[in-house]
């Protein structure tokens, strides 16, 4: 089973690590890292860097695509050479998903349009430009594509695509596996959760 991660640079690196360590442990995963040139791709932050495997040229099929999401991603959504790849590739997957602002460049690509989609809370507005139909949800399944809202929520993404590809014993395999057990010490990770003090230190970072 053939999954690709398209890489550009200024991805989030969590939108492509997370899913990558609960799909490669799926049996017969093989796990394809593709950028416009094969080497490192950096990511958002400027300092973490992966290393692509395949250029995108070289890849004309998959059986799951996941698309990260991050500052490149945003950056991309006018890219004609990445947007025509993932709409080519799209036409041969089983699964098409996306983490974060990744779905802003299926958005683009004109597969999200008339269904109900996530992204990170930031991009609500851009996403339903490309025609999608925002949902706060953090993993929204339309037929065989799948989004996924903000950074982390491409793991629990990952979790129903394993669901979906292997079964719930082996996605609850893999959940021990990596010991997803999320307990986290604030109650602020989605827009409506998070306090209005952190709102205003985001907005003014």
């Keep these: 089973m053939r999954i690709v991660f398209p890489l550009f640079d200024g991805f989030t690196a969590l939108d492509a690590v997370g899913p990558y360590e609960v799909l490669r442990n799926l049996p017969d995963a093989d796990i394809v890292f593709a950028a416009p040139a094969a080497g490192p791709v950096t990511d958002g932050a400027g300092r973490l860097v992966l290393t692509a495997d395949a250029v995108f040229d070289d890849i004309a099929a998959a059986d799951v695509l996941v698309v ?3 500052p490149g991603a945003r950056a991309n959504t006018g890219n004609a050479r990445l947007l025509d790849w993932i709409r080519s590739v799209h036409a041969t997957t089983a699964w098409t998903t996306s983490v974060c602002t990744g779905s802003l460049l299926l958005g683009a690509a004109g597969l999200l349009a008339g269904l109900r989609a996530t992204t990170h809370w930031s ?16 993993v929204v399944e ?8 903000g950074v982390s929520s491409g793991i629990d993404m ?3 695509l394993a669901e979906l590809i ?16 999320p307990q986290p010490p604030f109650d602020a990770g989605s827009w409506n959760k998070a306090p209005q003090a952190a709102k205003d230190y985001l907005a003014a970072r």
């Design 68 to 70: 990260p999401g991050g």
């Design 158 to 160: 990952a979790l129903r």
């Design 142 to 149: 339309q037929g065989r594509i799948i989004t996924a809202a």
């Design 123 to 138: 991009a609500a507005g851009l996403l339903e430009s490309y025609g999608a139909v925002h949902t706060e949800q953090r």
């Design 166 to 181: 292997a079964g719930p014993v082996a996605a609850q395999a893999i959940q021990l596996a990596i010991e997803y057990d």
